[in-house]
């Protein structure tokens, strides 16, 4: 098995040419690269097409240039247009952010495995939504994790630790992937409206507004009698963004189990050592989880940011939209502008790294870098004290 393994990592090595900046031509002029270049294998297999995929984007991530990888995708489907074109505003996005120095830009590669899974593993109804002949009559399904090392942030594509479905359909012995759906992916490319790439101007200009500093302003002292550990909250993030603490109910991937493990975090924050979520006297009724269960609350993104905007809440935070005063511990709550529903905010992430920005999550359970938030907006929240 493990020479399989090897054999087809060498068939994916042999068959990409490098990415390119530039190269010298014969004049001794410099011509400029503006993509990583992607050749077609001569063996192909639905396994062989699921890691040239991934290895193309990952190509694409670290030279921080589109690449075109529609000879392994199926541009008939439209998800799969919306995936290159996500790609491409990815890597211009982590690009300019680089070149402007305006936060930490990832530029190394690490190892990661592909595991393949069978249907019966899939831990939700993702099948119930993909009638397979709609792809035609040799399509296949294939399911997976990708293993990655501990602690690490890989493309946002990746998902690491959670389950990956890819259709792929089969022409002639060619071999195309068709859909791929992994939980976050509606943010991504799923969504409501199809994904656009601007020009470079335009997202230049985005970019820095959303990396201007705001005007000064005071943050607020926590009154209530438990004031907020960031440090607290960022190591338990640490210890559990990719395995799960059992003492706290899972929500889900299907249903997002975003913004229950970001209340985890929270909550980490507060409590005092060798307290457990059954008999913590920092949650309430309205902001509570355990191992049975929790309130909508604690679980929802919308709902969480409605009650501790409340007077009345027993949770004191301080919300922000300046991402340059952003420190360890902060909640992240993004949105999607691939979303048809105006400053609608889904996904929450806890900040464990304010000097690279690395952000701890679940739905995928995984981190991922702020410069990777792509085609996203975001708010903060910084807890300050909670009544005991």
Known sequence: MRFVALLLAAIMILSFSPAVFAYESPDENITEINEVKFVSPKRSSPKVAVMRYFSALYDSYIAMLPVDISPIIDLDYEM?????????????RRRLISENDFCYVEKERFDYEIEYIKKRDLDDQRMDYVNIEDYGKN???????????????????????????????????????????????????QNDLPVTVPTEEEMLSLLK?????????????????????????????????????????FV??????????????????????????????GMTRKWYCTRGGGTIIWASVSRFWNWIGEKNSDMQVFRFYDVLSAKKGDIVHIGSYAC?????????LIIVDDEKMILAQNSPACFVYYSDLANNYARFIRPLSLEA
């Open 209 to 249: 507004k959303e990396f201007t500093e705001l005007a000064e302003y005071s943050v607020p002292k926590g009154k209530n009698e438990r004031l907020y550990d960031p440090e607290a909250a960022a190591v338990y993030a640490l210890e559990y963004c990719e395995s799960r603490n059992k003492k706290f109910h």
């Open 252 to 281: 889900g991937d299907w249903y997002g189990n975003c913004m229950n493990f970001a209340s985890q975090c929270v909550w980490s924050g507060f409590c005092e050592e060798g307290e457990s979520p059954a008999n913590t006297g």
């Open 139 to 189: 399509a296949t399904i294939l399911h997976f994790v990708i293993k990655g090392e501990e602690g690490k942030a890989y493309p946002p594509i990746f998902a690491v630790n959670s389950q990956h479905s890819v259709v792929i359909t089969e022409e002639n012995g060619e071999y195309k992937i068709a859909y791929h759906y992994f939980p976050g992916s509606e943010g991504k490319f």
């Open 340 to 348: 048809s529903e105006p400053e609608k905010y889904t996904h929450a």
């Open 80 to 92: 799969m247009e919306n995936v290159l074109c996500w790609n491409t505003l990815l890597q211009m």
